[in-house]
């Protein structure tokens, strides 16, 4: 209780670090979340810290203390990037926050990132709040959506400018066909609200790669940049990466970004094994030496494990438009096969859903 007391009264002194929030199609940093860290003597990660002081009365003069901290930092903030400051909606409920709030200002350059640990009980006293936050300037952020109380129906309440998507959804999403489905769900509503979806977590080069062809515009994670305690731009090895993703993703166009996925398997028997031992992927490929596509085979929701016959090839300079229209010419039983993308040389690249294009032509259209 003593040492929770100097946290509180400032006698006992935590830091921040503070993770780059990263524009991956500009490979450059937008903003940074700045993330509390509280001595060694305290012994306990920070949010057990304020669950702790949750349980002795004292989490609002906690939150509050670390709010006024960070709001001080803005001033380290390099040009054009925004400082986000996690905040629970019970203190932002509280005449603590409207003090706060008189005593800082403007909010230009900060997000409040509203966290979802408490439930938010009555959207419409929230609400007033949000509307305060924005006429100061500032922008809202909503945490870990599609945990805890981050639902859809809290984003679509709250119509926050910053979806931050959780982590969960985020690691392994290059292998899982339910967790892209999420991203691309949540994409759509954050596009409808005109907000910005943000992936956090991002660990691997797969779920980058994944996370660039779904066009998430916004990412963290220790892969782009770990927390440090200043301020720092990205390194240049990760600056050169995202380029040449962006890079690679812009030459081939929308073909590779609406592409399913795929194991790529030595013989027909291992490509059979793997597709019906695993969740996921739902295609399995076969390829000779010249890497060109042999065997299809597909885990169908009505007919199981097939194999998919004379499969259309199509070129990564293809347009979706040109695809669906040779499609259709297809008997009508193979309209919505499953096609297989070719590089100039013949060698597979990838499988898209002809499904998956139709959306892309029809999300074309309403814009």
């Known amino acids: ?34 993330l509390v860290r509280f001595p060694p003597e305290i012994g306990l990660a920070p949010d057990v810290c304020f669950q702790a002081a949750g349980l002795c009365g004292r989490r609002m003069d906690l939150e509050e203390a670390v709010l006024t901290r960070s709001l001080a930092a803005r001033c380290n903030l390099p040009p054009n990037c925004f400082l986000s400051i996690n905040l629970s909606p019970t203190f932002l409920l509280t005449p603590r ?73 985020v690691g392994n999403c290059h292998a899982e066909n339910s967790k892209t489905t999420l991203i691309q769900m949540i994409g759509h509503a954050t596009d ?11 660990e691997t080069p797969d779920e980058l790669d994944e996370l660039l062809r779904l066009e998430v515009p916004l990412a963290q994670g220790f892969f782009l940049g770990r927390p440090k305690p200043d301020m720092l731009p990205l390194p240049v090895e990760v600056t050169a990466i995202l380029r040449e993703r962006a890079r690679v993703l ?23 094994r ?5 969740d996921e992927p739902d295609f399995a490929v076969v ?35 040109t695809i669906l229209q040779r499609a259709l ?13 070719l590089d100039e040389q013949g060698g597979f690249q990838a499988v898209v859903r002809i499904d998956r294009l139709m959306r892309s032509v029809l999300d074309a259209r309403d814009y």
Not at 8 to 15: A, E, R, Y
Not at 192 to 202: C, N, P, Q, S, T
Not at 274 to 278: E, G, K, L, S, T
């Open 1 to 34: 209780m003593a040492l929770l007391d100097r946290l509180i009264d400032g006698s006992l002194p935590f830091v921040f670090h503070y993770q780059p929030i990263v524009d991956l199609r500009r490979a450059t940093v937008v903003g940074y979340e700045a």
């Open 97 to 169: 926050w409207d003090a706060v709030l008189a005593a800082t200002g403007s909010l230009a350059g900060v997000v409040i990132e509203i966290t979802e640990q408490d439930r938010v009980e009555d959207y419409d006293r929230i609400r007033p709040k949000i509307d305060l936050i924005r006429a100061q300037q500032g922008w809202v952020a909503v945490d870990d959506a599609g945990s805890g109380y981050a639902s859809l129906k809290h984003i679509m309440e709250l119509k926050p400018d910053f979806v931050k998507l959780d982590r969960f959804f």
């Open 192 to 202: 409808r609200l005109d907000a910005w979806i943000v992936a956090e977590g991002v």
């Open 250 to 272: 812009e030459h081939h166009g929308s073909l590779l970004a609406h592409a399913d996925r795929c194991v790529i398997a030595a013989t027909r028997d291992e490509a059979e």
């Open 274 to 278: 793997i597709i019906q031992n695993a």
């Open 287 to 321: 390829l000779d030496e010249f890497q060109r596509a042999l065997f299809l085979l597909e885990v169908h929701p009505l007919l199981g494990v097939r194999e998919v016959k004379d499969f259309m090839r199509v070129q990564l300079s293809n347009d979706a438009r």
């Open 329 to 341: 010419t297809r008997p009508a039983t193979h309209h919505f096969d499953p096609i297989v993308v």
